[in-house]
């Protein structure tokens, strides 16, 4: 995980630690642990940052440089 890419893109955005923590419906202490490498991200969590933030999660993982997220799949 790209910790450093988590915390960017959510100062990026004139975000608090607390804000994403809303998102997410967790406590701030809990979120900060993410940014901070003492704990890896759920992949249910990462989705909904991805969603959140409108980028993929491979771009969030650090696999890519290209924010843009993948087409939606048609089932």
């Known amino acids: 995980m790209n910790i450093d890419r988590l915390r960017d893109i ?21 979120y900060s642990r993410y ?3 003492l ?3 759920p992949i249910d969590k990462l989705a909904i940052l ?3 933030y409108g ?3 491979d771009y969030l993982l650090g696999l890519t440089n290209e924010r843009k997220p993948y ?4 089932i």
């Open 10 to 30: 959510r100062e990026d955005r004139d975000l608090s630690q607390s804000d994403i923590a809303k998102v997410l419906h967790m406590s701030q202490v809990q």
């Open 35 to 37: 940014e901070t490498g």
């Open 39 to 41: 704990r890896s991200i």
């Open 50 to 52: 991805a969603k959140y």
């Open 55 to 57: 980028v993929s999660t």
């Open 71 to 74: 087409p939606k799949v048609k």
